[in-house]
């Protein structure tokens, strides 16, 4: 059993490596394959899983993110991506240009919070995926309840705008934000709160929608927002994110919180590439 988990070892290890001369991968990723004894599956090339787990992707943030640069154009925002494969078949030698094929994949990409809040330009932005509403807790796997696509808690800093006199209509039309006030986005007082969004997939790229502030049974920021700038505010927390693009080019459809990150994320009925081209 020792030398058979040592054989495995190397061999996890060697497709590490191969997958390590894919331009993007900057470090070498965990790799685990399943079967055991490995020489039985080794000799054929069969394999009946595969996980890769690939750190320190860098992602590129929005290019212009309403009208100011975001943190990510000074400071490195950075994704982790994934994958989940059944009946693998290659060579056990795994060189980095020898394909590989694999049935049922899922193929992901994540980022975190912090990296998210730098896209966003939110610096402390914190997600959170809510329990149910009629249970207590934080949304884990003792609330039943691992991932969500809406409904996702945001909490995190943003700059109330002032709201000045509007001189052309003021006095002539009934009290209305849009009427009576001029709003200047991204100047004002900082407060801090936390919403609901909606996340989903628009071509290739993750979508944010903010659609209310969060008042539910979860920790949340309880920051005061006159009515006349609701919808600015929950604006600062929504927009399209470039992820960068998933393993092997699977095409992404989900998009998902679990826990405090976020994914995005497809699927592939079957798949054959080559480690370079992770």
Known sequence: MTVDTVRAGRSEHRLATALETSPRVASEPEVTLGGFPYFRHAQDGRFPGLTITARGIRAAGPPDLRGVPTT?????CWA???????????????????????????????LDSVNLGRMLDITDLSVNTPAPA???????????????????????????????????????YPPSAKDRFIVKPDTGQPVRVSVV??????????????????????????????????????????????YPRLPWGVVPTIANSAGSDVLISGKAAVLTATPDQF
């Not at 056990?92 to 590989?100: I, Q």
């Open 72 to 76: 990510c154009d000074t400071t490195p």
């Open 134 to 172: 009629d249970r207590a807790g934080g949304g884990g796997p003792g609330d039943g309840l691992l991932e969500r696509s809406s409904g996702v808690l945001l909490t995190g800093t943003v700059t109330v705008p002032p709201m000045r006199p509007n001189p052309r209509t003021d006095g002539l």
């Open 197 to 242: 969004v909606d996340l989903s997939v628009v071509d290739g790229q993750l979508n944010i929608a903010a659609t209310d502030f969060y008042r539910g049974p979860e920790e949340h920021a309880r920051g005061e927002v006159p009515p006349e700038i609701r919808q600015a505010v929950l604006q600062r927390f929504s927009g399209r994110v470039p």
């Open 80 to 110: 982790e991506l994934g994958v989940r494969a059944d009946e693998v078949r290659g060579l056990a030698d795994w060189r980095s240009r020898a394909p590989l094929t694999m049935r049922r994949v899922t193929a992901s990409a994540k």
